[in-house]
């Protein structure tokens, strides 16, 4: 596995920011990783992405690991990989993106939540599969999938909370996503990195059940 793999498996958790701004990358991700959370994954739905990753790259102290989320297109997926993102995360399954990260030696998270989607994920090569939208049907999901899937490292991503997120791991998720309970887009937006940190040590705590 990448050194980002490798965190996200010891962690087992990643941060999902979704922000209309995010003034300083660099501060958030130290907040984050002072937390107990040491990979970021920085969507395309913030803008200018690419600067955001660049600006975070800069920053990134060692242990730290950044990755571009909702990455919908090649050009999408080569702009991320040039601004430094260490692994991409797709909503779905998209092959092109798969294709570039294969191309650059970089971890994919393909979006799916079917296990036909799962399959086809596997089948191009995902690192780990985003299990999206995770709240539909729940943590027993995972564990049905495994089924069939034994080997699947599945992300659930979407409505997982500090009240749920154990029960996604101990239901076999290889890793969680936390989003806006510890990345909130008017705190980002703002620079409240003192108050990310917080939220993020109490999701971390969380874990341990």
Do not use: W
Not at 62 to 75: D, F, N, R, Y
Not at 174 to 196: D, L, Q, S, Y
């Amino acid at each position: 596995m990448t050194s980002a793999l490798n965190t996200i498996a010891a962690d087992r958790i990643l941060a999902v920011v979704r922000a209309p701004s995010v003034p300083d990358p660099g501060e958030l991700c130290a907040a984050l990783a002072s937390g107990g959370i040491r990979t970021v994954e920085f969507t395309y739905t913030t803008p200018d992405l690419p600067a955001v990753l660049a600006a975070a790259a800069k920053a990134r102290k060692p242990g730290q690991h950044i990755g571009a989320g909702t990455v919908m297109t090649a050009e999408q997926a080569h702009a991320a990989i040039d601004a430094g993102a260490e692994f991409l995360v797709t909503p779905a399954v998209r092959p092109e993106v798969a294709a570039v990260a294969a191309r650059h030696d970089v971890p994919v998270f393909l979006g799916a939540l079917t296990p036909t989607e799962v399959l086809q994920a596997m089948d191009l090569g995902a690192a780990a599969v985003k299990i999206f939208p995770a709240s539909a049907l729940g943590a027993r999901y995972l564990k049905d999938l495994h089924g069939p899937f034994p080997d699947a490292k599945l992300v659930p991503s979407g409505g997982v909370s500090s009240s749920n997120a154990r029960d996604f791991l101990d239901h076999g998720a290889f890793a969680v996503c936390c989003g806006t309970e510890v990345v909130p887009p008017a705190v980002v937006a703002a620079g409240g990195h003192a108050e990310i940190a917080e939220r993020a040590a109490r999701f971390v705590a969380s874990l341990a059940g």
